[in-house]
């Protein structure tokens, strides 16, 4: 039984002080009970908040250590709020919105924030698609537009695979890729798409293996061009998420930080027909919690790019 808040009086109530945001990431994150990562005992003592021990070997377990809340300065109950706000929207939030909804002081603050839970919403060992599925390849991202004449310059090629469900989309996996040969688009098919699938996809020689490797393979039509498509429901998907990224985040994203948005985008697509908003603030504080923590120094620009 999935256990989260409904709506926002409900999460109002539930997460008022730091003891209950902390003691719903021990929840989460050990839903066994508290267990030492050294001698993976069960029995442990709590002895401040958000530290115990192991009764046994006495390690101490430090119930934000390995998450994405690793040395945050910041209280619980702020972070609570930005998944909170982060899930609850339906098309998600930019750092400027976060930071004036938690009146945080600096830009910078948000922007990092909604970049580490990002890294979040990658479900660890997620499973591949099966059944239906097209497979495209796509240019993303790169100069706002308006910058004409450059061709793909600053782009990213990125692998849409898009399950069908009768007629509609089922699940999406949007994979950045750094070129449209044969060993990296069969490389991405087989990391997201399960054997013995249909896989629909263009006339691209890069997919004519398929078969040998296994998939019920389906060429849509002959002649194709990267970055031409003529696949229904990749269309769509890459529709919308150029959409999502102009409306929601002005379209400014750096190559660099493309793949953290296309995590958010699978996520929230994925999750589109979820009745309750709170299930996507249960599955981010869950992955939150058992993803490695993010540097805020990874995320921003070296000097060199800026
Ligand atoms: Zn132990």
């Known amino acids: 039984m999935d256990d989260y808040p409904r709506t926002v009086m409900e999460f109002e109530r539930r997460f008022a002080t730091e003891e209950a945001c902390r003691a719903y990431l021990v929840r989460l994150r050990w839903p066994e009970g508290v267990q030492c990562p050294r001698c993976h005992q069960r029995k442990v003592w709590a002895i401040t908040r958000g530290r115990y021990e192991c009764a046994r070997c006495g390690v101490h377990i430090f119930v934000l250590a390995g998450t994405i809340f690793q040395d ?95 007629r509609r989309i089922g699940r999406i996996r949007l994979r950045r890729v750094p070129d449209a040969s044969a060993k990296t688009l069969e490389g991405a098919v087989q990391a997201t798409v399960d054997p013995g699938s249909v896989v629909r996809t263009d006339g691209l020689q ?28 990749v269309n769509r998907v890459v529709a919308l998420f150029k959409r999502w990224l102009l409306g929601v985040h002005q379209g400014a994203v750096r190559p660099q930080h493309l793949d953290a948005y296309l995590d958010e985008f699978t996520f929230r697509f994925n999750r589109r027909t979820s009745r309750w908003r709170g299930k996507l603030f249960y599955r981010l504080v869950q992955q939150a919690v058992c993803v490695a923590p993010v540097r805020t120094r990874d995320l921003l620009p070296s000097a060199a790019e800026r």
């Open 206 to 233: 890069s997919y004519s293996q398929l078969t040998a490797r296994g998939y019920v393979h389906e060429v849509v039509r002959k002649e194709a061009a990267v970055g031409d498509n003529l696949l229904p429901r």
């Open 72 to 166: 945050t300065k910041q209280p619980l109950r702020l972070w609570f709020r930005a998944m909170w706000y982060m899930t609850s929207q339906k098309s998600g939030i930019s750092a400027l919105g976060v930071q004036r909804a938690l009146g945080l002081g600096s830009y910078r603050t948000a922007w990092t924030w909604l970049h580490k839970l990002r890294a979040a919403m990658v479900q660890p060992g997620r499973e591949r698609l099966a059944g239906e599925v097209e497979v495209d390849e796509t240019y993303l991202g790169g100069p706002r537009p308006g910058k004409r004449g450059r061709g793909a310059a600053g782009k990213t090629l990125v692998v849409v695979v898009a399950q069908g469900e009768g």
